[in-house]
């Protein structure tokens, strides 16, 4: 079935640079594919592919079919299907920041109606430098865009500069800095659950919830970007990001519509709204790890110093976990655990709601104990929602308490509906225009602002790195109930 929207016809063009790139070549290549097979792209809709290396078209085309065949939509691969894909794409070398680097730009893009989006899968250092570079070259007009990934700056004064830099060749509406977790099926769902149905609403605040855990593990090291990460840390690298949004979809008050400005606006207002950790509070709030050396699936891995391009020493964490506060009526005295790491014991993404446990057990006296009640958001490595609730055991026992769970995924209602990446979804809201899953300039700030002040908490109390060893789950006292409680990993 092909569906249109107003907006998506408007664009003629879509220049990736960054071509050749790890995440064009996993993610955005088959993306846009599956978008094309769908009958979701303009008709006439160009694919400009724009790197530094020089490529014959073929041999260019020919990496794109196979990144497709490689991906997760492989099974949404036939030839005639991507035949007619392939006469969308171009293949342009530019070299960025070198005077008339994207002269070459210009001609590949087919003149006709409509804006042109620029997507840049590049490092961010150059984002400010190509947004400039096209606004000097002419190709910038009021129908363009301009997607960029995270992250944006390293701090608040860089991402300051980023986003001017950004802002003096696009307009705000124009500039769609992307997340692709909330593209996933499970958070558009979390903002379903809050606030398509009248019985969570009542329930989510601090009278209700006990606490709140937003984890996002991962089993891999560094996969050969220890230049990239040993000056960035998990903190930097997820937590600023992935992390914050999360914690702002489950925090933020409803949205007076389903709009970009009303989600933003209360998106915002949670970042506004949390608790300093500064000074001293790092000490008690905070968890730095580093992973040594161990075992991942009964396999040795490295420890993070012996990684390919490590060199010497270094202080870069690699897990963090934090016990964060939102001060405003909602959530006053609830925490928010928030835990990232790499080399961790098992790969997952989830939101855990915890809630109170039952103010009083009428089934004490039968010996039953009653587990609080939890709502798991799982985004990887599967998409599913549960609901966990205490349920009387099978049998003719007198009253035997067992906790089960009612399953909320989308598959349980939806079988038939394909799994899609994330950025399919991203990528279709920039074509029509809809910037309310993006994330606004004063999001970027606010949320570095917070992350300065722990940074600079650590330094000025040389909080060190704890290390742990690989396949664990992070430092003891990062695993300790007390101190971070666990639920479900």
């Not at 290396?53 to 490689?70: D, G, K, Y």
């Not at 003149?111 to 606004?135: K, M, Q, R, V």
């Not at 038939?416 to 309310?436: C, G, H």
């Amino acid at each position: 079935m092909t569906i249109r929207h107003e907006s998506v016809d408007t664009c003629r063009a879509l220049v990736l640079f960054g071509a050749t790139g790890d995440l064009a070549r996993r993610m955005l290549w088959p993306s846009l594919y599956a978008l094309h097979k769908e009958g979701l792209l303009p008709g006439a809709m160009q694919l400009v592919g724009a790197a530094r290396q020089p490529l014959a078209a073929a041999e260019f085309v020919q990496r794109v079919r196979e990144s497709i065949r490689a991906s997760a939509n492989a099974a949404l691969y036939d030839d005639a299907t991507f035949e007619a894909f392939a006469r969308r794409i171009r293949y342009t070398a530019v070299t960025v920041g070198e005077a008339h680097g994207l002269d070459a730009l210009g001609p590949a893009i087919a003149p006709g109606p409509g804006g042109i989006i620029y997507y840049l899968s590049t490092g961010p250092d150059l984002f400010g430098t190509i947004a400039l570079g096209l606004h000097a070259a002419g190709l910038v007009d009021e129908h363009s865009r301009i997607v960029v990934e995270k992250p944006i700056g390293h701090d608040a004064a860089s991402a300051e500069a980023v986003n001017h830099a950004l802002g003096s060749a696009f307009g705000e509406h124009q500039i769609f800095r992307i997340d692709h977790y909330l593209g996933k099926e499970a958070v558009q769902n979390l903002i379903a659950l809050r606030f398509g149905n009248a019985i969570f609403e009542p329930l989510w605040n601090a009278t209700a919830i006990d606490h709140v855990q937003i984890t996002v593990a991962e089993t891999v090291g560094l996969e050969g970007r220890w230049g990239y990460y040993n000056g960035a840390g998990a903190l930097r690298d997820m937590v600023q990001s992935h992390l914050l949004q999360l914690l702002c979809l489950v925090a933020m008050e409803p949205p007076a519509a389903y709009t970009p400005s009303a989600v933003r606006n209360e998106k915002v207002k949670v970042l506004w709204s949390l608790r300093p950790i500064t000074g001293e509070r790092v000490l008690r709030n905070t968890v730095r790890g580093q992973y040594a050396g161990g075992y991942i699936d009964g396999k040795g891995v490295p420890g993070y110093l012996e990684e390919e391009g490590a060199g010497g020493t270094s202080d870069t964490e690699t897990f963090v976990a934090i016990r964060a506060e939102v001060d405003n009526w909602r959530w006053s005295g609830v925490p928010f655990y928030l835990r990232t790491g790499k080399r961790m014991k098992q790969r997952a993404s989830e939101i855990v709601i915890q809630f109170k446990p039952a103010p009083f057990n009428i089934f004490a006296g039968l010996g039953q104990g009653l587990d609080a009640n939890a709502l798991l958001i799982r985004l990887q490595p599967d998409e599913t929602i549960t609901l966990s609730l205490m349920h009387k055991k099978p049998g003719l026992n007198q009253m035997q308490l067992g906790e089960v769970s009612l399953d909320l995924s989308p598959g349980s209602g939806f079988a038939t509906a394909r799994r899609r990446i994330a950025y399919e979804r991203m990528l279709l809201d920039v074509l029509r225009d809809n910037p309310a899953l993006f994330v606004r300039r004063d999001e970027i700030e606010a949320s570095w602002r917070w992350i300065d002040g722990i940074l600079e908490g650590w330094r000025t109390a040389g909080m060190p790195v704890t290390p742990y060893a690989a396949g664990s789950w992070g430092p003891d006292w990062a695993t300790g109930a007390a101190a971070f409680p666990w639920r479900y990993l």
